[in-house]
């Protein structure tokens, strides 16, 4: 016998197909299973009632999936989901901005303060909370607004910048002077 210092294998077809399944499918449903629950709150945030956000969350992954389909970029999903999802958001906005939103966002806010349990001091102690931090939110600009809501949403800074079309550093600033300011005010 002789003894040799490497080992030959036979050469083998390993299959790693699964590993590489990228179809079109297979990544919007992992990407629904993920998002849709923080898109649908982030576009309620951007002022729309829960059926007119799972409107613009299905518009999403459906333009998600013929974007895919179309060979498009798959390097940022994620970001380009809430890119679509907050233009169809401002969009069906635009065209309804003859309706009084606020009253809509009122009711909204009403029927989520429903506290289960809660005595009616600790309710209004809870409303009395979300007012002044909605007050608060309110007195930051747009952009800070916007950048701090996808941020606490889970998004990176460099997904923020893709989301709204800004740079990096530009998320980075607005973010730390949206908390400073909030700070302040609470």
């Known amino acids: 016998m002789q003894r040799t210092d490497s080992l030959v294998l036979p050469a083998a077809a390993w299959r790693t197909g699964y590993l590489e399944d990228v179809s079109p499918r297979r990544l919007v449903l992992e990407h ?3 998002e849709q629950a923080p ?12 059926d007119a956000a799972q409107e613009v969350v299905q518009e999403s ?9 179309a060979g498009g970029d798959r ?7 809430y890119r679509v999802a907050h233009n169809v958001a401002r969009n069906l906005q635009t065209a309804f901005r003859a309706r009084n939103l606020e009253a809509i966002a009122e009711d909204r806010e009403r029927g989520a303060l429903s506290w ?3 005595s009616a001091e600790e309710d209004l102690l809870a409303r009395e909370r979300v007012a002044r931090l909605r007050r608060a939110l309110e007195e ?5 607004r916007e ?11 460099r997904e923020i ?16 002077r949206g908390l400073a300011r909030l700070k302040e005010r609470l």
């Open 32 to 34: 629904y299973d993920r």
């Open 39 to 50: 898109l649908r709150r982030y576009l309620n945030y951007l002022g729309l009632d829960a």
């Open 61 to 69: 992954f459906l333009k998600l999936h013929q974007h895919l389909l």
């Open 75 to 81: 390097t940022n999903l994620r970001a380009w989901l």
């Open 116 to 118: 289960s349990g809660a």
């Open 140 to 144: 930051l600009s747009a952009v800070q």
């Open 147 to 157: 950048c701090l809501v996808l941020r606490a949403q889970g998004l990176k800074y």
């Open 161 to 176: 910048a893709e989301v709204l079309n800004v740079s990096a550093s530009t998320v980075g600033e607005n973010i730390q």
